[in-house]
């Protein structure tokens, strides 16, 4: 509502809050009604509306993530051309694209799990996952394997090629330049390094939970570590974002004084 606030950094920050909003929802209603309930079942039709919310969230996330890096590659790396390089109208392209390239990839993926006949219906998890509910199959399931490794591969290093491309370049810069040009890059960079972290070590916990075996681990752990991704990372950017960045800074505490 602050038009102070219509920059593409902003822009693309709410993105990212709306998407933590829609991840959080997918899982957390339902969970607290599993643990007032005595019978811990869920519908398949609710399991894979679960699945796809959650794995859409995570694909959204960590590629907003990305164009978020690319926005602080062009800030610090060209400050002049910034304004016309990165505009409001590109950040809502971006933000448009991101959200509809993920919920086209894990349709695909839903109705690759759809056609699947189950013969088992008991999931070791908080919350259904995709893997888990593939490895109930009793009929053929290499088409799902083949296309799961082909989205791991769109998710993680589509992504992961603007966040590594956009360091280092920001890297270059931070060891050519001043003390002053050090400083500014650090503060820039510091919320979305940390998010960029934290969401992925996250995900990283989840996708070998998923697919090892993790019995040696406490079970109480590897349940808070299962949300660690759906949990921590919505508390933690509000903070993150709401404390660093000044003008958040100053417009919150205008709004509560």
Not at 21 to 40: C, E, K, N, R, W
Not at 82 to 88: E, N, P, V
Not at 119 to 127: E, G, K
Request: hydrophobic letters at 50%.
């Amino acid at each position: 509502m602050n038009r102070s606030l219509h920059e593409p950094m902003y822009v693309l920050l709410c993105s990212l809050f709306v998407n933590e909003l829609y991840g959080s929802t997918a899982l957390f209603p339902f969970l607290l009604l599993q643990i007032l309930s005595d019978v811990h079942t869920v519908s398949a039709s609710f399991c894979f509306l679960q699945i796809f919310c959650v794995y859409t969230y995570g694909a959204i996330e960590y590629m907003n993530l990305a164009v978020m890096s690319y926005d602080r590659y062009l800030a610090i790396c060209h400050p002049l051309q910034y304004h016309t390089r990165m505009t409001c109208h590109r950040a809502f392209v971006w933000i448009a694209a991101l959200w509809f390239y993920s919920f086209v990839k894990f349709l695909i993926t839903l109705s690759l799990n759809m056609r699947l006949a189950l013969c088992r219906n008991l999931i070791n998890s908080l919350y259904c996952h995709n893997y888990l509910v593939v490895k109930l199959a009793c009929s053929d399931t290499r088409i799902n394997n083949i296309y799961g490794l082909f989205g791991i591969v769109l998710t993680v290093v589509v992504p992961l090629v603007p966040i590594l491309f956009s360091y280092m370049k920001i890297l270059q810069v931070c060891f050519s330049g001043c003390r002053q040009t050090r400083q500014k890059a650090v503060s820039t960079c510091t919320p979305h390094l940390v998010s960029l972290l934290n969401f992925s070590f996250g995900c990283c916990f989840e996708i070998l939970q998923s697919r090892f075996d993790m019995s040696s681990v406490p079970r109480m752990l590897r349940a808070i570590l299962s949300l660690y991704f759906l949990l921590i990372q919505p508390l933690l950017n509000p903070l993150m974002y709401g404390l660093q960045m000044s003008q958040i800074r100053k417009l919150y505490k205008h709004l509560f004084s």
